[in-house]
């Protein structure tokens, strides 16, 4: 069964989003990557690009699949997770701690994020 943080808020997507002082650390859910499996590389934007909710900014690489990356929120890139670069795999071990992807000055709307129970319920966990 996929570990789903109360705290976190998510997309359909299957990315998640923890929210603080205007800055949302967003990464893959557990769910995600045991459905993608091991995963490899990252393609991260770059620090200061605009993001939208719902729209890709990167994609994730796996040993069989390659998947966009959405934004769960309008905003800026104010940091990218750059040990990733020499093991994406971290995703796959800590998806919700050492595994974050990339951090968002929040500057607009946060698209259609969901609780944990509304997640728990789309993955049929």
């Known amino acids: 069964m996929s570990s789903v943080p109360d705290q976190l808020q998510?997309?359909?997507d299957h990315e998640?989003?923890?929210v603080e002082?205007?800055?949302?650390?967003?990464?893959?859910?557990?769910?995600?990557?045991?459905e993608l499996g091991?995963?490899?590389?990252?393609?991260?934007?770059?620090?200061?690009?605009a993001v939208r909710a719902g729209e890709s900014f990167g994609t994730i690489?796996?040993?069989?699949?390659?998947?966009?990356?959405?934004?769960?929120?309008?905003?800026?890139?104010?940091e990218v997770n750059a040990d990733l670069g020499g093991d994406a795999g971290v995703i796959n071990t800590d998806?919700?701690?050492?595994?974050?992807?990339l951090r968002i000055a929040v500057t607009?709307?946060?698209?259609?994020?969901?609780?944990?129970?509304s997640y728990r319920a789309l993955i049929g966990a």
């Open 21 to 34: 002082a205007g800055v949302a650390t967003v990464g893959i859910t557990d769910h995600a990557q045991h």
């Open 38 to 49: 091991d995963i490899v590389f990252v393609e991260l934007p770059k620090v200061g690009a």
């Open 16 to 18: 998640w989003a923890r």
């Open 108 to 117: 607009g709307g946060t698209g259609e994020l969901m609780d944990a129970a």
């Open 61 to 78: 690489e796996a040993v069989k699949t390659v998947a966009e990356l959405y934004a769960p929120v309008d905003g800026t890139v104010t």
């Open 10 to 12: 998510y997309t359909k």
């Open 95 to 101: 998806p919700y701690g050492k595994g974050w992807i």
